[in-house]
Nanobody
Framework: QVQLVESGGGLVQPGGSLRLSCVAS????????MGWYRQAPGKQRDLVAS???????NYADSVKGRFTISRDNTKNTVYLQMNSLKPEDTAVYYC?????????WGQGTQVTVSS
């Protein structure tokens, strides 16, 4: 089992920045992929950014150049640095981890971009 706990969400003005954190615990040595997804009201949950154990990253087109995903293996933590935030970035952001057996989700953290 893998447990994921997100933090760092909040209310920010357009153009502002936030950094989300996701701390993993449990059977973390088996994780080969971690990602951030988001879900706005009435919409499906979509990939925002992902990073593999080899360090390969992938981003949704809508966040390229504004968001950066990174990981600190010493802290079992994945980060999502979000800059130049827009109102359309408003959503609940979820951390996701995968091993060969299962996919795991955190509880989500709300990000609201509004003036």
């Amino acid at each position: 089992q893998v447990q994921l706990v997100e933090s760092g969400g909040g209310l920010v003005q357009p153009g502002g920045s936030l950094r989300l954190s996701c701390v993993a615990s449990g059977s973390i040595s088996s994780i080969y992929y971690m990602g951030w997804y988001r879900q706005a009201p009435g919409k499906q949950r979509d990939l925002v950014a992902s990073i593999t154990s080899a360090g390969y990253t992938n981003y949704a087109d809508s966040v390229k150049g504004r968001f950066t995903i990174s990981r600190d293996n010493t802290k079992n933590t994945v980060y999502l640095q979000m800059n130049s935030l827009k109102p359309e970035d408003t959503a609940v952001y979820y951390c996701n981890a995968r091993n060969v057996l299962n996919r795991y989700w955190g509880q989500g953290t709300q990000v609201t971009v509004s003036s």
